[in-house]
């Protein structure tokens, strides 16, 4: 197998990481298994050159840090070119000493986690012998560094002839040339393989490398790792885009000038990295009912919390490329700013979709002056509808209790719980400590109540409260499909009702895993919510009267994707915040009257044309 980001461990411990190729060969291994690269795969290119030579790459854990030096009247000069020679900047001030003072500090280590090793890479930019006999003139005054067993020093540059490396010290290695064939204990002086990614490929960093120019550079990587040595790309296009395929090629050190901009990239990568260990398959619809200006008798309503076209197109990346949202061919897009704020949070934006009124932000079924108006979830009753609300997420926030609540603050849980109390909910699920709440009497005497799935009776008289801890997990393995058992038990209860029923799911921890910037947790909860999806379009064509809406009450992390395979189910991308956002969020819809949904508009105009879709006045 190909060694690389995902399958290769260097020689000498270099690295253990996730690697794309391993998940080439075995997609199907689970994401808690994946060991991704750390900042020592990096190398700090001209590190001299930085505003703080030699601490910036070393705070960041770096593995590798280079320095030009220039032989100056007995002296090493750290420079770029001879213009820029200063006789203040030497070796022994810029590096010699502050490392050892921290190998003296840390025991003999240059890091204090023991597992870490930095290799300095010293370019000798004036002639090889002399320069190199000052270095070790030079070196023999600092035996903690020579002594080291995670210090490494490798030349580079100018390099005395090959034959003579097994002259030097045993702790002095060189930087190796491809084009060279190096005799067995040559070799073994040689540290890694260093080369110009000029004489490979032309690329720019943008786009994806041509094939061809990526062939000559596997080519160079394998005779590398063939000869058991590291390899790195000088005068390389250093962008995020370009690290992904540095990282999948298996390059050992990536050289790069930004050093805080490629330690932020690998460190974060875990949480934006995801290769599916499962997929499903996606329902294929019917397409009978759809679109056509029939009378709807069942409204289903399904809000991915903080979902966005990004975090749909992850979760259709990382699925087959399907999706059964992606099924659906009635679509619009819903702008969703509150009345008092661009970026809306989730209760005015739910709010919107429930009542048809802006509200403030933190404001639950109220208008912008803190007025309450009905919701759909009164309006279908008085049509003799029954109504069920499922949450993966608590049932008291923001989105479910849009749907039954009027309060002018999002975390007024008890009051969500009185006015729950006179709503016409036949079902409410999800989780939530109501046991403790001072309405809970007059809950239990309205609802069943029950914890747990199994443990719910669902086709006794009275409306049922399932009060499941199991609903919030922030994770959809461990909810072990929660929403989608929750969702099929609701919906075989309320369409027994002949007058029809309102039903609506929120996916709620897709939200979390943008606040959290976890690219995995946002994937994995996508696509447990598309299952819902397919379950409500299955049943949509077996009605015939139920009209299907999807969509989201905003987006949540500003998610950019940034890499990604069909073919491996991977996807990788960019959080831009840790909030929402005003991009506006698709809205898909299924079956009779699923036309009214196509357009762009106000958020609150889903809630109007569903009272058109129902033929229903405020």
């Not at 003072?101 to 240059?110: F, L, Y």
């Not at 009378?295 to 087959?320: C, M, R, S």
Request: contains cysteine; glycine residues 8%; neutral net charge.
């Amino acid at each position: 197998m190909k060694r690389s980001f995902l399958n290769y461990k260097a020689v000498n411990q270099c690295w253990l990481c996730l690697v794309l190729s391993l998940l080439i060969t075995a997609p199907a291994i689970a994401q808690k298994k994946q060991l991704f690269p750390t900042t020592a795969v990096a190398h700090s290119h001209n590190d001299y050159l930085q505003q703080f030579p030699l601490w910036q790459a070393y705070n960041e854990g770096f593995g590798s840090i280079e320095a030009d030096i220039f032989l100056r009247e007995g002296k090493l000069i750290v420079a770029h070119t001879v213009k820029e020679i200063d006789t203040e900047r030497t070796l022994e001030a810029l590096y010699l000493k502050p490392l050892q003072k921290v190998i003296d500090k840390n025991n003999g280590r240059v890091y204090a986690d023991s597992s870490r090793t930095l290799q300095l890479l010293i370019d000798l930019k004036t002639e090889a012998i002399p320069t190199l006999k000052a270095l070790l003139d030079e070196l023999s005054r600092y035996p903690s560094l020579t002594g080291s067993t995670t210090l490494r020093i490798v030349i580079t540059g100018n390099r005395p002839p090959v034959e003579s490396y097994g002259q030097y010290p045993s702790w002095l290695s060189f930087d190796g040339d491809l084009a060279i064939n190096y005799q067995p204990e040559a070799l073994k002086k040689v540290a890694l393989f260093s080369d110009n990614f000029a004489n490979y490929s032309k690329w720019n960093g943008k786009g994806r490398l041509p094939a061809a120019e990526k062939s000559k550079l596997d080519a160079a990587i394998a005779r590398a790792h063939g000869l058991q040595k590291k390899i790195r790309f000088w005068n390389a296009p250093d962008m995020v885009n370009s690290w992904y395929s540095y990282l999948d090629m298996g390059i050992d050190f990536i050289n790069t000038d930004h050093i805080e901009t490629l330690s932020r990239f690998i460190e974060t990568l875990p949480n934006r990295y995801y290769v599916a260990d499962a997929t499903h398959v996606a329902y294929k619809p019917a397409y009978r009912n759809d679109g056509l200006d029939k009378p709807v008798k069942n409204l289903i309503i399904l809000i991915g919390d903080g979902t966005g076209l990004a975090q749909w197109y992850a979760g259709y990346t990382a699925n087959n490329q399907s999706l059964n949202v992606f099924n659906m061919m009635q679509i619009g897009l819903s702008k969703t700013s509150s009345y008092d704020n661009y970026i809306t949070d989730s209760a005015p934006g739910a709010t919107a979709i429930s009542s048809g009124y802006k509200g403030n932000n933190r404001s639950v079924g109220v208008d912008h002056t803190g007025v309450a108006h009905p919701s759909l979830t009164e309006l279908v009753a008085r049509q003799g509808w029954k109504t069920g609300i499922i949450t993966s997420g608590d049932m008291r926030d923001a989105t479910p209790a849009a749907f039954y609540g009027h309060r002018a603050e999002r975390s007024d849980f008890p009051g969500m719980l009185k006015d729950l109390v006179n709503a016409p909910i036949d079902i409410l699920a999800g989780a939530g400590a109501i046991q403790k709440d001072p309405a809970y009497t007059d809950l239990a005497k309205k609802f069943a109540i029950s914890t747990s799935i199994s443990g719910t009776d669902w086709s006794q008289a009275k409306p049922l409260i399932l009060a499941d801890s199991l609903a919030a997990l922030r994770t959809s393995k461990g909810r072990n499909n929660w929403s989608l058992q929750v969702f099929e038990k609701s919906l075989q209860r309320l369409s027994k009702n002949k007058n029809g029923f309102l039903l609506m799911l929120e996916g709620a921890q897709i939200d979390h895993g943008g606040h959290s910037n976890v690219l995995p947790d946002v994937v994995t909860e996508l696509k447990d919510f598309d299952q819902v999806v397919g379950a409500a379009m299955r049943f949509a064509d077996s009605n015939g009267e139920t009209l299907v809406i999807v969509t989201g009450d905003h987006e949540t992390g500003g998610l950019t994707l940034t890499a990604g395979d069909y073919s491996r189910n991977f996807i990788s991308g960019q959080f831009s915040t840790g909030d929402h956002t005003a991009i506006p969020v698709p809205v898909f819809a299924y079956g009779p009257q699923s036309q009214l949904f196509r357009g762009v508009y106000e958020n609150t105009a889903i809630f109007h044309k569903i009272l058109k879709a129902l033929r229903l006045n405020k």
